[in-house]
């Protein structure tokens, strides 16, 4: 590379590329027949896969043996695994998933309908093997009891209120345009006639649970949440 330095000579520069090491692929696993959304060890000895072909499968780790599939008709948003409880899976027809693994023929033991839209995301309460929190892209954390006789019905919801919008038109379009100053992703939209303003942005994209600090959740607005749900 030549570089004219003050004077008018011209300096050859010799331009050093830096590589980074590669490390090559161990392993790879197929069975999937979409794209794999979702992976959880399970104490180290087993891993679980899921994805869009809403299968759900269990690998034995050393040998990464396919030995258990288990199918249902919608993808794979989420997924987590606790040893008590078993495998939890939060889909795209929003409904969340329990599967029972410990029977070999088995499919899902419990199909619960949580949401008329996308289920994001799912987690185990940490302290409760039968309670679980499943957050969705119309902004709204709900916590469940599989023991309850009213399944379809959530113990209490949370909803991303700390965004305070308000019920006038008028109050609406300030804190719409206040939301817009905030994020430079959202824009106005100009069309024929008054302005329209993006409502602000909710979606639950992912969730964790911690007995220690409570349940978070990231939100499209790119911030974290947390609550004390217990």
């Known amino acids: 590379e030549n570089v004219q330095e003050d004077g008018g000579k011209n300096i050859k520069r010799r331009k050093v590329e830096k590589t980074v090491p590669q490390k090559p692929e161990v392993d790879s696993l197929h069975g999937h027949s979409g ?16 994805g869009c072909d809403g299968s759900v499968r269990k690998w034995e ?5 396919n030995f ?25 027809d929003g409904c969340v998933r329990i599967w029972d693994f410990r029977e070999s023929d088995a499919t899902h033991r419990i199909r ?3 949401t008329q839209g996308v289920l994001s995301t799912v987690r185990w309460s940490p302290g409760n093997s039968s309670r679980f929190a499943t957050g969705d892209y119309a902004g ?19 909803g991303l209120d700390d965004l305070n919008e308000p019920d ?12 817009l100053e905030r994020d430079e992703e959202d824009k106005v939209d100009e069309v024929d006639g008054p302005t329209v303003f993006r409502k ?9 649970w911690s007995a220690e600090v409570g349940i978070c959740v990231g939100t499209e607005d790119s911030r974290v949440r947390i609550y004390l749900p217990e």
């Open 68 to 92: 258990h599939t288990m199918v249902c008709d919608a993808a794979v948003y989420d997924m987590h695994v606790n040893q008590a409880a078993g495998v939890i899976t939060s889909h795209a």
């Open 168 to 179: 006038s038109a008028k109050e609406n379009q300030e804190h719409y345009v206040h939301q």
């Open 35 to 50: 794209a794999v959304t979702r992976l959880a060890f399970q104490e180290g000895d087993y891993l679980f896969s899921a």
């Open 112 to 114: 619960l309908k949580c």
């Open 140 to 158: 709204r954390i709900r916590f469940w009891d599989i023991r309850s006789t009213k399944q379809s019905v959530p113990l209490f919801e949370i």
């Open 61 to 65: 780790a050393k040998g990464m043996t």
């Open 200 to 208: 602000p942005k909710k979606k639950i994209l992912a969730m964790d």
